[in-house]
């Protein structure tokens, strides 16, 4: 069987690109909430808040360790497997990679050591600026981030010479037309992610009993987040889909399993598309309900994937059900969130315990979701890397065979599947010990000061006598 370098280098990234994507989903919406706790914390002084943020810190710490060693092989993987694709793009790509290294990673990287350990170390208020630091670093990451995976959904700002691609309008290019819709549909993910997963642990805790005055604080505070951004969510990802209509219409054609350009196009809820030959089996629909959510028009048109030939066209079966997955749980998520706000009536929310256990099910939701997304949002864009400009046969390392790739690919799975042991191994730990082990009562000035000049000043004043100061008297 010969073994084709194209379709395993993309498994490779795939599986390397989803395996990674699961960390910073959730350390971007779990930074904010700690900075929230931090300031709470700040400004009434109940220790609650104290200790949910420094639970929640040492599970952060974890999650991005695991983020930054899966997300580090990424970049090697341009050169390794898709060296024309880094050499045509390097122009752009390039410093986008270097802006996000220089503006978030090293601001993360430098005040989270300050989270971790400075509690009780240095002043309230620099804690608090540490956490607003590194929340505000993980949201910089995001921008620089989904600004380049942007560009090769929607190249703008460049042009293509000689098989290179030369910068015309930095602006156009950071902020191209799908950016600031992918931008908030993650952002709005991640504070989904957070929340539901922080709203599972504090169920599980509130069913056990543990620490039940700080868990039901949390559990109140995730549901009122989840009331408006699941929502939020929705709309969101609707005018994303208006935007991926207008320049990736074949994504959206595949999403709808829309094989033939026409008018009143059915919403279809279950299809088997086969796409060998272009056409779908067992089709359960909605009559004309696609047309009018794409196109705002009962009778509005959508182009069908017959526009472009077979080879043009993206894996069909993969995006169609990635593209149901993630609105079955989207929905799913805004029924929790509004029964969440039903049983606040009576204070019902943190006593009910088939809520509680369904918040347990509900915190790995996210993920599945933000995956699907993902397949929806990368396989659809197949065969391109670069939209339209750029294919997967001219981006390739020419020197690649097969047997490379595979190789590479079982030796990401195998290094891989040992980190997130390792991860998910610790992870649990500081679950289990809850946030019971993790306070630590705050030390008085006397036992450790918390200024230089203060340890100078508690030693004058215990080593006085009798009034006078302990160095008149041949101490």
């Given at each position: 069987m010969e073994l084709d370098p194209i379709l395993l280098s993309r498994i490779q990234f795939a599986f390397v690109v989803s395996f990674h994507a699961i960390f910073p989903v959730f350390t971007v919406g779990l930074a904010s909430y700690i900075a929230v706790l931090e300031g709470l914390a700040f400004k009434t002084g109940n220790q609650s808040w104290v200790r949910l943020s420094s639970f929640w810190t040492k599970v952060f710490a974890v999650v991005f360790g695991m983020g930054v060693v899966s997300g580090i092989v990424m970049s090697f993987q341009f050169?390794?497997?898709?060296?024309?694709?880094?050499?045509?793009?390097?122009?752009?790509?390039?410093?986008?990679?270097?802006?996000?290294?220089?503006?978030?990673?090293?601001?993360?990287?430098?005040?989270?050591?300050?989270?971790?350990?400075?509690?009780?170390?240095?002043?309230?208020?620099?804690?608090?600026?540490?956490?607003?630091?590194?929340?505000?670093?993980?949201?910089?990451?995001?921008?620089?981030?989904?600004s380049a995976n942007s560009w090769m959904h929607t190249p703008a700002g460049t042009e293509l010479r000689d098989g290179v691609f030369y910068v015309t309008s930095w602006s156009e290019a950071i902020f191209n037309p799908s950016f600031p819709y992918r931008f908030a549909h993650m952002v709005l993910a991640s504070f989904l992610t957070g929340g539901f997963v922080v709203a599972g642990v504090s169920a599980w805790y509130l069913l056990?009993?543990?620490?039940?005055?700080?868990?039901?604080?949390?559990?109140?505070?995730?549901?009122?987040?989840?009331?408006?951004?699941?929502?939020?969510?929705?709309?969101?990802?609707?005018?994303?889909?208006?935007?991926?209509?207008?320049?990736?219409?074949?994504?959206?054609?595949?999403?709808?399993?829309?094989?033939?350009?026409?008018t009143n196009v059915p919403l279809l809820l279950f299809a088997i598309p086969d796409q060998e030959n272009q056409t779908n089996h067992f089709e359960i629909g909605i009559p004309s309900l696609a047309s009018l959510v794409l196109t705002h028009d009962w009778n509005g048109e959508i182009l069908g994937l017959n526009e472009v030939a077979v080879e043009e066209q993206p894996p069909v079966a993969i995006v169609f059900w990635s593209f149901r997955v993630m609105v079955a749980l989207g929905l799913l998520m805004i029924l929790f969130?509004?029964?969440?706000?039903?049983?606040?009536?009576?204070?019902?929310?943190?006593?009910?315990?088939?809520?509680?256990?369904?918040?347990?099910?509900?915190?790995?939701?996210?993920?599945?979701?933000?995956?699907?997304?993902?397949?929806?949002?990368?396989?659809?864009?197949?065969?391109?890397?670069?939209?339209?400009?750029?294919?997967?046969?001219?981006?390739?390392?020419?020197?690649?065979?097969?047997?490379?790739?595979?190789?590479?690919?079982?030796?990401?799975?195998?290094v891989y599947s040992m980190v997130f042991s390792a991860g998910v191994y610790y992870l649990m730990r500081v679950l289990f010990e809850g946030l019971e082990a993790d306070y630590e009562e705050p030390e008085s000035q006397t036992e450790r000061p918390k200024r230089p000049l203060s340890a100078a000043h508690t030693k004058f004043e215990i080593g006085k006598t009798n009034g006078q100061p302990a160095n008149q008297g041949g101490h």
């Open positions: 050169g390794t497997n898709w060296s024309n694709f880094s050499q045509a793009t390097a122009n752009f790509l390039g410093p986008m990679l270097s802006y996000e290294v220089i503006t978030a990673f090293f601001l993360e990287a430098a005040f989270l050591g300050v989270l971790l350990f400075g509690r009780n170390k240095v002043p309230p208020g620099v804690h608090l600026f540490a956490a607003i630091m590194v929340a505000t670093g993980t949201f910089i990451s995001t921008f620089w981030i989904l056990k009993g543990r620490e039940v005055e700080a868990n039901r604080k949390a559990l109140s505070m995730c549901l009122w987040l989840l009331l408006i951004v699941a929502p939020t969510q929705a709309v969101v990802g609707d005018f994303h889909g208006l935007n991926t209509l207008e320049h990736q219409p074949m994504k959206v054609a595949a999403m709808e399993g829309h094989w033939e350009t026409g969130a509004l029964t969440g706000l039903f049983l606040r009536r009576g204070d019902k929310f943190w006593r009910t315990k088939w809520f509680l256990q369904g918040l347990r099910v509900m915190s790995i939701t996210p993920f599945i979701a933000v995956l699907a997304g993902w397949f929806v949002t990368e396989i659809g864009r197949s065969p391109w890397l670069v939209y339209g400009m750029l294919d997967y046969s001219a981006a390739i390392t020419p020197s690649l065979t097969g047997g490379m790739a595979l190789f590479t690919l079982i030796g990401y799975v195998v």
